[in-house]
Structure formats: C-alpha cells, structure tokens
C-alpha cells in the first residue's frame, strides 16, 4: 500500500506521488539559489583581487591597512589599445600627503557608497530556497523582507509588487555610523528607486545619506551604461570618493574609486567594511587630494586602458 502511494506503474508508465514531486521542486530551488550564487562569484572574479584583508595580517599596524590592497590584474590587449597619456595626468596630480596642521581648512571628505553588492546582497523572496535564510541566521547574518514596487505592471494596470529578501553586509551600521563622523555620505545606486528607496530607508533609520541618487542619475556612455559620473555631486574631484563594487561604474573618474570586493549570502564571515574600506576612508580623510593615494593604492587607469576604455573618457582634473 505504501509502495503504491509512492510510485505506481501503469502502461509503461511512472507517476510520481505529490511529495515526491515537492521533494523535487525544492531541489531545484536549492540548486538555483547556489546557481546564482555561483554567477555573482564568476562575476567577482572578472576583477579580483580587489580589496583583501588577508594580505595583511603580518604587516604592521601602521601599515596593515596599505597592505590589504592589490592592484586589479592586468588583461593583456594590443599595444595600440594603451595610449600613454595617462601616466602624465596621473603624475601633474597635487601630491596629497597628509597635513594634520590644515585639517581643519579642509573640506569634509564626500564619501559615494554604492548599494547591492556593496552594502547589501538581495534576492527575490520567491527564488530563496527554504532553509537558506535560516542556515544564514545561524552564521550570525542580518537580513529582513522587503515589498517593493516593480516598473512593471499587473494585468490590470496596477504596480506590481516584488517581495525581496536583503542580506546586510557585516558590520554595516558601525560602518555607516564611523564613517559618518568624518565624512559626508552619498548613496548612489543604479538601482530603481521603487527598489532602492525603501531599502535604504530600511538600513539608514538615522538618515546619514544627505544624497541618495538612483538609476536616472547614473548616465551611458558608448563603453558602459549606468556609469556614475561624480561630478553630479561635486566638482572638488579632490575630495570625493566613490565605494562600488563594479569598477564601470566609476570609469569617469578612475582615480577617485575603490573597488571592493562583491558581498553575497554566500559570505557570512566577511569583514570588509570595518576591517579593509573603513581604515582606508580614514586614511583618505586627512589627504589633501584624495587620487594620487587612490592611485597609488589601485593603479585604475591602467587597468580601465587594459579594458579597451581609452583616457579622453576620464575626467582626472577639477574643472
């Protein structure tokens, strides 16, 4: 009776009992969210090593932080795809040693945090397997559910809703909190805001983003869409940094970016923000002109060159 329950044999042919067909469909699910998983990781790999607190740990603390960076790997391309010009550009930078006597005559750092990826990880509701939030909860990791209204529409012209679930990254709200106390914060997503919005409200209860900017600020250019140009908030190229996981988005000002390392569900003991991003914005915070450390520290123009993005994109002076 119990055999037949599970499995029964007719004309050739196999019927499946309905548990045997849930036990199926939360296989798949379980192998799509590791899928995606799989993908964000292939995309991180597209421009690691990035950002690494692992390099550090024999330095010491005066230089720890120096040391957890490396610079993007080199892709080889033609010689005709590097044009020279950058070096000089580079090189007529204002050195930007530090200046603990005119601090205070210094303007407050602006500090340009992307969203997903950065700060975040998102996944829709729908498509997490069940078991995955509660193996995340025990690693120690913050998340909640979100309704976000979707740009496309239901079939009776009403908005349609999209049940999200938001992993934080380690450690956010210190840094958010740290961070705010010497610099001015800018969110800056190309996300769309019927997404973006309430998720930031959700992270920032204490409003220290003085800007949020979603996807109809970032703008296209024939290498990239969905570029950040920074200049849209500030025309001091000097004191200004933007945070992002995604090197494009950033190719306007390669020398005012940090590129970190992508966060997932997949990464609950990840301790980027308070042990690598963190110490290094402070250290930024007492330079003069924040891009020649930033260059020192990443080398960005050589490797946007090695990406087939010519210099005449860049914008590496005031104006």
Not at 48 to 76: G, Q, R, V, W, Y
Not at 81 to 88: C, E, F, I, R, T
Not at 157 to 169: C, D, S
Not at 231 to 243: A, H, L, Q
Request: net charge negative.
């Amino acid at each position: 009776m119990a055999a037949a329950a599970e499995l029964t044999q007719g004309g050739g042919d196999v019927v499946y009992s309905p548990r045997t067909l849930q036990v199926w469909r939360a296989l798949l699910n379980w192998l799509g969210f590791f899928f995606q998983i799989f993908l964000q990781i292939l995309r991180a790999l597209g421009h690691l090593p990035l950002l690494s607190s692992s390099s550090s740990s024999s330095s010491s603390s005066s230089s720890s932080s120096s040391a957890s960076f490396k610079p993007l790997p080199n892709i080889e391309l033609p010689e005709h795809d590097l044009p020279a010009d950058s070096a000089v550009q580079i090189a007529a930078l204002p050195d930007s040693d530090s200046d603990s006597d005119g601090l205070a005559e210094k303007k407050k750092l602006t500090v340009v945090l992307d969203l997903d990826e950065t700060l975040v990880c998102a996944y829709e509701t729908s498509s997490l397997p069940p078991g995955v939030r509660n193996q995340v909860m025990e690693a120690g990791l913050k998340w909640f559910e979100l309704e976000c209204v979707s740009s496309d529409k239901e079939y009776e012209g009403r908005p349609k809703i999209n049940y999200v679930t938001v992993f934080e990254r380690p450690g956010l709200h210190e840094f958010l909190k740290q961070l705010s106390e010497f610099s001015d914060l800018v969110l800056f997503t190309a996300g769309l805001e019927g997404y973006a919005r309430p998720l930031v409200d959700r992270i920032d209860e204490e409003n220290l983003f003085s800007l949020r900017l979603y996807r109809p600020s970032t703008i296209s250019t024939e290498f990239r869409e969905h570029v950040k140009d920074l200049s849209c908030i500030s025309k001091d190229m000097c004191r200004i940094v933007i945070v992002d996981n995604n090197p494009f988005s950033f190719l306007l000002q390669p020398v005012n970016g940090i590129p970190c390392i992508p966060f997932s569900a997949g990464q609950p003991q990840d301790t980027q923000l308070l042990d690598v991003l963190l110490p290094l914005l402070k250290d930024l915070s007492q330079q003069k002109d924040v891009r020649r450390m930033l260059y020192d520290r990443f080398h960005m123009p050589e490797w946007f060159q090695k990406q087939g993005i010519p210099s005449r994109c860049w914008t590496l002076a005031d104006g």
